[in-house]
């Protein structure tokens, strides 16, 4: 923990394990030309190229697909936690400001949608409804109800249902016809063309995705977690938080290696569809669940070496931004790879729309390390608390 300029105590390692997931999603995001999927013929590209390409896709899958988000999702509700700490100490009760916080999160996301038909911040600003219902529990209600959220209820009861009856198939709902209208319009040369047809569908498609990958619930209890770990004060730098995130690594680590190895071998043992609309996506979660846990408390336990922190420790210039940087991804993603803007993603496959991706997080970083030291919040987040206390005595 430092103490910044302004006199207040700030958990430097967060704003960096935020920072760090920032890049992560700016990276994968990238590849996937910001959902835009279009890719030129891998025929015209040598084999040298393509493999490397087939690297690349799959190491940022591996390493940032469902962790990136899922430490955005724990940070959500360690950031509540900070607020409601800090609002008890007047004897006030968060819960109703936070809701309305929510409400701006909403609009936010409005804004992002329109440029990313991908966005996460309007599921947040839903989802979020979880912890003002949980506010006043005690850590030890919470930490029953995040076990209860992050052990995936829906697709169990599915499972369950099907063994009690076994022509039950459990349903999914179909977001086809939304992505097609979605890439009609990211491949118009015409802007307004692009953010009416994100605006009109990019929001259910990213819902009905989330809900049908088993993120909605999962994201969820993320929330409930982070707010936990927040009244445990677990993030401090401490003996025995040491010895928390140590033991959190080792069988984080342990845990993912079989759901791993299952997700990998899964077409070969279950062939049943209502496997793969069940247990399939158990395994999958809970699979990005350990490894998520694995990669926070590397970072963490990392952090403490003063190599590891001065290489790590500037992420925390986008960490301390994160919406911010979150939205001006987008925008900036949807004028690189869509038609209305350079339009380059048809043009290039995976390497090269990493390489693409190192150079366009490189310049986020730059201007949040400048605009941080010159402002010390991000402009959204300033619009954004300054709306939060609106009208508040």
């Known amino acids: 923990m430092e103490i910044n300029k302004e006199g207040k105590y700030r958990i430097e390692v967060i704003d960096s394990l935020r920072g760090f997931a ?40 591996f390493m940032f697909s469902g962790k990136g988000y899922a430490i955005f999702a724990v940070l959500f509700g360690f950031t509540f936690s900070l607020m409601m700490s800090k609002q008890r100490q007047t004897n006030k ?17 409005v804004i992002n949608g329109m440029f990313f038909p991908g966005e996460v911040l309007m599921m947040y600003s839903i989802l979020a409804v ?40 459990a349903p999914a709902i ?50 409930v977690l982070g707010y936990w770990l927040g009244k445990k004060q677990l993030f401090l730098d401490s003996e025995k938080n040491t010895k928390f995130w140590t033991r959190t690594l080792i069988i984080s680590a342990i845990v993912f290696i079989p759901f791993y190895i299952l997700k990998e071998n899964f077409n070969d043992i279950f062939e049943l569809e209502i496997y793969k609309r069940t247990i399939g996506i158990i395994i999958n979660m809970y699979g990005n669940l350990a490894f998520t846990f694995a990669m926070i408390s590397s970072f963490i336990l990392l952090y403490k070496n003063k190599l590891f922190r001065k290489i790590a420790g500037g992420l925390q210039y986008c960490g301390r931004m994160s919406l911010t940087a979150y939205v001006m991804q987008s925008i900036i993603g949807g004028l690189v790879f869509y038609e209305f803007g350079i339009g380059i993603g048809p043009s290039v496959r995976h390497t090269v729309s990493f390489c693409i991706g190192i150079v366009l997080f490189a310049l986020q970083y730059y201007f949040c390390k400048f605009w941080i030291k010159k402002f010390k919040q991000g402009p959204l987040e300033i619009l954004w608390h300054k709306l939060t206390w609106i009208n508040s005595n």
């Open 93 to 109: 009760d968060f819960g109703y400001r936070f809701l309305w916080r929510m409400v701006l999160l909403a609009g936010f996301a």
């Open 174 to 223: 179909s977001s086809g016809k939304y992505w097609d209208l979605l890439k009609e319009g990211q491949l118009s040369d015409s802007f307004i063309d692009l953010i009416t047809t994100n605006s009109l569908y990019g929001h259910k498609v990213a819902l009905i995705w989330s809900y049908n990958v088993g993120r909605v619930v999962q994201t969820a209890g993320l929330f």
């Open 22 to 61: 920032i890049m992560g999603i700016m990276l994968l995001h990238s590849i996937e030309h910001f959902n835009f999927y279009v890719f030129p013929d891998s025929e015209t590209q040598p084999a040298w190229l393509n493999n490397m390409d087939s690297i690349v896709w799959d190491s940022l899958f």
């Open 130 to 169: 979880t912890l003002f219902f949980v506010r006043n529990f005690k850590a030890q209600l919470l930490l029953i109800v995040f076990v209860f959220l992050l052990f995936q209820p829906i697709e169990w009861f599915h499972y369950i249902y099907y063994l009690v009856d076994n022509n039950y198939m």
